[in-house]
C-alpha cells in the first residue's frame, strides 16, 4: 500500500498529490473536491513552466474553454506543442480555483524550452544509437517502441475484466458520484493501482517520462521549501507513483543534465471540442468531449438531461420528437444499463436508446447526434489580453471591422463584391489563404457565377494560430505580410503557370503593391519560357485576373498587355507541339487547348485594341483540324469548339465528320475523333439534336471489326459515361429506332418522340397538382386550352 494521504491529515504524509486523467470530468469533480477539503496554500499543475504568467489571465471572464496552451519556438513558430483544456479538465478547475481564492497556481512539468529541442534533436542515448543504425532496423525499433507502451487505462481495465477502457473508467469513476464523504478516497485507490502498474512496467515504454517527472520532484521540492507541506499537486495519475517516490536531488539534476534548449514563446489559444476528439495533441485523443462536458456540467438526472437535448437536436432538424419518445427513451437506456450490469446508463447506453427510439432505428440522425453532441462544436474563447504575435493581434481587429467570428462549425459564406464589406472580407481571406492560413476555402456559388461573387465555407481549427505564428515572419500586419510573402513566392516561383496563378491571387487579395514584382518576373518568365504547354497554362489564370480587375477597381494595363503576347505565342508554337503526340500527352493538350479557347473568349471580351485574337485563334484551330500529323482526340476536338462558335456549318462538320469515321480511318484514331468532338460539357445534346452527326457515329460504329472492338470500347465508354442519364436514355432511344440514316432531320418533327410543333396540354396538366402544392396554392383552376398554356411561362 502506498503512504497516500487520509482524510484526516491531508498534508500528513507529504504533498498531496491528486492523480487524475486529463478531460476526466469525474476526475475533475474529485479535484475540486479534494482542494475544497484540503484547502492548499498553493497549486502546482501539470503544464510547462513558462506559462505561470498567463495563469491569472484565467480569472478573466473572455477567457472560456476550451482553449489551449501554445508554445512554439521564436526562430521556428511551426516547431510548437499544446496543452489543451476544456471546462471539465481537472487542470483548468485546479487552476480556476487557485485563481477564485488567491491562492499561487504554478506549472511544474518540463519546460517547453526543453520539450520543443527535445522533438527537434533528441538527445537520448537509445535515439542516438538508433541513428547508426539502418532505415529499415530504425522503423522496427520505432514499431517496438509503440507496441511496448503501456496504456494505464486499458491495463486497468482488462484487470476488472472489462473489455473497453472508457467503459470502465465511466463506472468506476464517473459513475460513482464526487466522492464528497471521503474527498481523498478516489486519489489513493487510484494511486494504488498506478503504483501496481509502475512496479510492473516501469516507465510504461515512455523513457522521457522519467526526466519529466524528475523536474517535477524538484519543483515540489522548491515549492514545499517556500510553502510548507500544504502543496497540492494536480498531474496525470500515471505520474503519481513516482512523484511520491524517494529520490535524491542530485539523482534528479543528473537526469535533467545536458537537456537541448531554445527560445520558446508561449499564449492561449481557442481550442474546439471537435479537436479534442483527435488522438494527437497533449492529452488529447477523447472520444466524446460533448458528452463528458454534460456529465460534468449536469448538475443532477444526466441521462434525462442528455435525452432532452437530444430530442431538442433532433426536433430542430424538422424530426418528429415527443415528450413520450424522450420518456421511453430514458427507461430503454436504465433498462440497458441493469441488463448489462452498469451502474448508471453510459454513453453506450443512451446511444442506443436514442437510435432504437427516438431515431427509429436508423443510424443517418444518429450521425447527427454524435456530431453535433457527442463531439460538439464548440470554441473557446481568448481574451484581448493573452499574449500575442502582432500578425494575430491585427488578423483580430479586422475579423471585428469585418464582423467575421471565427467559429468550429463549418459554414457558408456568400459574398457580393460589389458591396465594401464583402469585398473587404473577400480580401481578407485570400490573402490569410496566401500566407497559408485556411480559415476559408473557395466554393461553388450556388447562385451567380459572376465575377461580382464569391462563396467561402469557413471553419476555424486551433492549429491556424500556429500557421498565424509562422507567418509572422512576414510582417505584422495581413496586409504587409501578404504583400512580402507574395513577392517572395513571385521569385521563388520555378513555373510559368505558378507565376500567372499568384498574379491572380494578388488581384484577388488585393495586393497592389506586390503585383509590380509579380508582372516583372511574369514578364521575364513568359519571355524565356518556350514550350507551348506551359504558355497554355498560364494564360486562363492571366485572363481571369483581367476579369477580376473591372469588379475590384484593379488597374490591369500591365497585365493585358502580357496576357495578349503570351496568346500570340500560343497561337504560333500550338500547331507543331500538336504534331505527333502519344495518347497521354494529347489528352493533356486537349485540356490546354480547352483552356486557351476560354480564355482568348474572354480575353476578347475585355480587351479593346485587340480584336483579331479570336480570329487568330480560330484559324489555328482550322489548322489543326486539318493536319493529319495531329492526333485524332485534338483534331475533333477543333471541329467541335468551332462548331460551338458557329464558325464551322452543320453540313462542313458533317464532311469532317464522315473523313475521320471513312473506313480508311484505324479504328483507334476515328474513336479518339469521336471521343474530341462529342466529349465533354454538351456533346451528348448535340448529338440528340443532330441526327446526321449520330447516324455517322453509329455507322461507324457497326462497321468496326470485331478485332479492333474490343480496342475503341474503352474510349467510347469514357465519353458517353459522362452523358446525364438523360441524355444516354435518348440517345438509346434514337438509335434503337434508327436515326436519320445520315440524311437531314427529320422533315416532319411531330414523329419523332419528345418533339412537336405546339405543346402538349394533356401533359402539361399532369403536372399540375404537384405545382401547386409546391407553390402553396390550394385552389385548382380549370383545365387551360392551348391559348392559356402559351402564358405559362410569365
Known amino acids: 500500500m502506498s503512504d497516500a494521504p487520509s482524510p ?29 477539503a484540503a484547502a492548499p496554500a498553493v497549486v502546482l499543475i501539470e503544464g510547462p513552466p513558462e506559462a505561470d504568467p498567463l495563469i491569472p489571465l484565467a480569472a478573466d471572464p473572455a477567457l472560456r474553454p476550451p482553449v489551449a496552451l501554445l508554445a512554439h519556438a521564436v526562430d521556428e513558430p511551426g516547431r510548437s506543442a499544446f496543452w489543451p483544456l476544456a471546462e471539465f479538465s481537472p487542470e483548468w478547475v485546479a487552476i480556476r480555483w487557485a485563481v477564485e481564492r488567491g491562492v499561487p497556481a504554478r506549472f511544474i512539468d518540463l519546460p517547453a524550452t526543453h520539450s520543443l529541442a527535445w522533438e527537434a534533436d533528441p538527445g537520448d542515448p537509445e535515439e542516438e544509437a538508433c541513428e547508426e543504425e539502418a532505415s529499415e532496423a530504425e522503423a522496427s525499433a520505432e514499431e517496438e517502441a509503440q507496441q511496448a507502451r503501456v496504456d494505464p487505462l486499458a491495463a486497468l ?37 498506478m503504483g501496481a502498474l509502475r512496479e510492473r512496467y516501469g516507465d510504461g515504454g515512455r523513457p522521457r517520462d522519467l526526466v519529466r517527472e524528475a523536474y517535477m520532484r524538484l519543483q515540489i521540492r522548491a515549492a514545499r521549501k517556500e510553502f510548507g507541506d500544504e502543496v497540492a499537486v494536480v498531474c496525470g495519475a500515471w505520474h503519481v507513483p513516482a512523484l511520491r517516490a524517494k529520490a535524491t536531488v542530485t539523482a534528479d539534476r543528473a537526469l535533467l543534465k545536458g537537456l537541448p534548449k531554445l527560445k520558446t514563446d508561449l499564449t492561449w489559444v481557442p481550442w474546439t471540442h471537435r479537436r479534442l476528439a483527435r488522438s494527437s495533441g497533449y492529452g488529447a485523443g477523447i472520444d466524446s468531449p460533448g458528452w463528458y462536458a454534460h456529465l460534468f456540467g449536469a448538475p443532477d438526472r444526466p441521462v434525462e438531461r442528455w435525452l432532452t437535448k437530444v430530442a431538442g437536436l433532433l426536433r430542430e432538424e424538422d424530426r418528429i420528437v415527443s415528450s413520450a419518445h424522450v420518456i421511453e427513451a430514458v427507461r430503454l ?44 462544436d464548440v470554441l473557446g474563447e481568448v481574451p484581448e489580453s493573452a499574449p500575442a504575435v502582432p500578425l494575430q493581434r491585427d488578423l483580430a481587429r479586422e475579423q471585428r471591422r469585418l464582423r467575421l467570428k471565427p467559429e468550429a462549425l463549418e459554414r457558408e459564406l456568400e459574398l457580393d463584391l460589389r458591396g465594401d464589406t464583402d469585398a473587404a472580407r473577400g480580401r481578407l481571406l485570400h490573402r490569410l489563404r496566401l500566407l497559408g492560413v485556411g480559415w476559408g476555402e473557395p466554393a461553388r456559388s450556388r447562385g451567380s457565377t459572376g465575377t461580382f461573387r464569391e462563396t467561402w465555407r469557413l471553419r476555424w481549427e486551433p492549429e491556424l494560430s500556429v500557421r ?18 507574395a513577392e517572395a513566392d513571385a521569385v521563388g516561383a520555378r513555373a510559368l503557370a505558378d507565376v500567372t496563378a499568384l498574379a491572380e491571387q494578388c488581384l484577388l487579395a488585393g495586393l497592389p503593391d506586390a503585383l509590380p514584382v509579380v508582372m516583372r518576373v511574369l514578364a521575364d518568365r513568359a519571355a524565356l519560357d518556350a514550350d507551348v504547354g506551359h504558355l497554355a497554362q498560364a494564360l486562363p489564370a492571366l485572363v481571369r485576373s483581367l476579369r477580376y480587375g473591372d469588379v475590384r477597381g484593379t488597374d490591369t494595363g500591365a497585365l493585358a498587355d502580357v496576357a495578349a503576347a503570351l496568346a500570340e505565342r500560343v497561337f504560333i508554337g500550338l500547331p507543331p ?33 485587340h480584336d483579331g485574337l479570336r480570329s487568330r485563334w480560330r484559324a489555328v484551330l482550322r489548322t489543326l483540324s486539318r493536319r493529319d500529323t495531329v492526333p485524332g482526340l485534338l483534331r475533333g476536338r477543333a471541329v467541335r469548339l468551332l462548331l460551338d462558335d458557329g464558325v464551322l456549318e452543320a453540313e462542313e462538320v458533317a464532311r469532317l465528320m ?14 479518339a475523333w469521336v471521343e474530341g468532338f462529342v466529349g465533354g460539357g454538351g456533346g451528348g445534346l448535340l448529338l440528340v439534336h443532330d441526327e446526321r452527326l449520330l447516324a455517322l457515329v ?45 440524311t437531314a432531320r427529320t422533315a416532319d418533327p411531330a414523329t419523332r418522340p419528345g418533339f412537336a410543333p405546339e405543346p402538349d396540354t394533356g401533359r402539361a396538366e399532369a403536372v399540375l397538382p404537384v405545382l401547386h402544392l409546391l407553390l402553396g396554392l390550394t385552389p385548382r383552376p ?13
Open 8 to 36: 484526516a491529515g491531508a498534508f500528513g504524509s507529504g504533498p498531496l498529490l491528486l492523480g487524475v486523467r486529463h478531460h476526466g470530468p469525474g476526475s475533475a469533480r474529485a479535484v475540486r473536491a479534494a482542494l475544497d
Open 157 to 193: 481495465a482488462e484487470a476488472a475484466g472489462y473489455d473497453d477502457p472508457e467503459r470502465w473508467w465511466e463506472d468506476a469513476v464517473e459513475h460513482r458520484g464526487p466522492g464528497l464523504r471521503e474527498p481523498f478516497a478516489p486519489f489513493a485507490a487510484l494511486e494504488d493501482a
Open 333 to 376: 437506456a436504465d433498462t440497458l444499463a441493469v441488463m448489462r450490469g452498469r451502474p448508471l446508463p453510459g454513453l453506450a447506453e443512451t446511444t442506443d436508446a436514442v437510435r432504437a427510439v427516438l431515431c427509429e432505428g436508423s443510424d443517418v440522425p444518429l450521425s447527427l447526434v454524435y456530431d453535433r453532441l457527442v463531439v460538439g
Open 468 to 485: 498565424i505564428a509562422e507567418a509572422g515572419v512576414w510582417g505584422t500586419t495581413v496586409l504587409g505580410a501578404a504583400t512580402a510573402k
Open 577 to 609: 507541339a500538336c504534331a505527333t503526340l502519344d495518347t497521354d500527352a494529347a489528352q493533356e493538350m486537349r485540356g490546354h487547348v480547352d483552356a486557351v479557347h476560354g480564355a482568348v473568349g474572354l480575353l476578347a471580351e475585355t480587351l479593346t485594341g
Open 658 to 671: 464522315g473523313l475521320a469515321l471513312s473506313p480508311g480511318t484505324p479504328p483507334g484514331d476515328a474513336a
Open 698 to 742: 453509329d455507322a461507324w460504329l457497326t462497321s468496326v471489326p470485331a478485332d479492333a472492338f474490343t480496342d475503341v470500347l474503352p474510349l467510347l465508354r469514357r465519353t458517353f459515361s459522362a452523358y446525364e442519364s438523360g441524355v444516354r436514355r435518348t440517345l438509346g432511344e434514337l438509335v434503337r429506332r434508327g436515326p436519320g440514316g445520315g
Open 782 to 794: 380549370e383545365p387551360m386550352d392551348d391559348d392559356s398554356f402559351a402564358g405559362v411561362g410569365t
